[in-house]
């Protein structure tokens, strides 16, 4: 009766070790259950949602912490923000204590240290509460639509050095003005600017180029990337649930972040923004340039004096072109 039971149970597998995908299928399989493996977190949102549109429906995730694009605690976060009921198992070969106790936090989710038997993940499994992404994702009602503002980044070069300061205090309070760092890079000073309009950001363009002393490098439109629609879904999602935390608590570290800017082929956006966005030293992500170019932050000792891992990782990354780094200095307490 309990092989009955788990034939009807589909196990979605993400672990980026294809030994251990093909062992954990074949081991699952021969204890009753329906296996599917994944190799990565953009194949899985993948996967669920082709599933979701056929109706089939997954009874349990088995997911590693330590992979290629997004790691498993972040993959959890979001899953369990659409279906907080399915049954989560976290495996890892890496773990410590503090990784535990953050994964088994989440509710419904138990933990396995690599390496275990086939009998070990099936006993885990059995003592997480039953579940399934059948039901339709809990997924927050869209705001009402509002007119969305326009943003844009200024890139700027100060040429007189003697007035650097009263110049950058200027830029900093102007109107329109998000943000506004100093920097050690390609260029002195990158803004964010925002506006109603791009009329708006124009008109912002012309007030800054007609002050003495500045010479405007660049003003490029942020735009949304082109994404497939689950996967933009469930950038969403964790931009809601998780991203907006950490962005806000890097912004408070001094002296710590970096602003990076990307070449890299469009038509490998999806890839490439992906693997920045869910980088955990990476504070924010925007497109630019037509999707030519990405611009963001980052944060962490990385980001200081030598290059990060994130750089050192995007320069690996097929499609990507150049990246640039360009360190902020601290000038004014936010």
Avoid at 11 to 34: C, F, H, K, M, W
Avoid at 53 to 80: R, S
Avoid at 156 to 172: G, V, W
Wanted: glycine share 8%; net charge negative.
């Amino acid at each position: 009766m309990g092989w009955r039971k788990q034939l009807r149970s589909r196990v979605l597998i993400i672990d980026d070790e294809a030994e251990i995908r093909r062992n954990l299928t074949i081991g699952l399989t021969q204890e009753g259950y329906s296996a599917t493996a994944c190799p990565d977190g953009i194949s899985a949102i993948h996967e669920l949602d082709n599933a979701r549109q056929k109706g089939i429906a997954y009874d349990y995730l088995v997911t590693d912490i330590f992979m290629p694009d997004i790691d498993g605690l972040k993959i959890l976060k979001v899953i369990k923000t659409m279906y907080p009921e399915l049954p989560v198992l976290v495996i890892t070969g890496f773990g410590d204590e503090k990784l535990k106790l953050t994964a088994l936090s989440e509710h419904n989710t138990g933990y396995l240290d690599k390496p275990f038997e086939i009998s070990d993940l099936v006993q885990a499994l059995n003592e997480l509460s039953p579940g399934s992404t059948g039901v339709e994702p809990e997924i927050a009602e869209a705001e009402p639509a509002i007119r969305e503002s326009v943003s844009a980044y200024l890139t700027i070069r100060i040429t007189d050095p003697a007035n650097s300061m009263n110049i950058f205090n200027e830029l900093y309070k102007m109107p329109g003005v998000q943000s506004c760092e100093a920097v050690r890079g390609d260029f002195d000073i990158i803004i964010l600017a925002q506006g109603g309009s791009t009329e708006e950001i124009k008109s912002l363009f012309d007030k800054i180029a007609a002050m003495k002393g500045v010479e405007v490098l660049s003003l490029s439109e942020v735009e949304r990337p082109k994404l497939d629609w689950d996967v933009n879904e469930f950038i969403d999602i964790y931009s809601k649930v998780v991203k907006q935390d950490a962005a806000t608590a890097s912004r408070k570290q001094s002296g710590t972040t970096s602003y990076i800017i990307v070449d890299i082929d469009k038509n490998a956006i999806q890839e490439i923004f992906t693997t920045v966005f869910f980088v955990e030293e990476v504070v924010f992500c925007d497109v630019i340039d037509g999707g030519t170019k990405l611009v963001g932050m980052i944060t962490g000792q990385g980001a200081i004096g030598r290059k990060s891992k994130i750089i050192e990782k995007l320069s690996q990354i097929n499609g990507v072109l150049r990246v640039r780094e360009a360190t902020i200095i601290k000038l004014v307490d936010d």
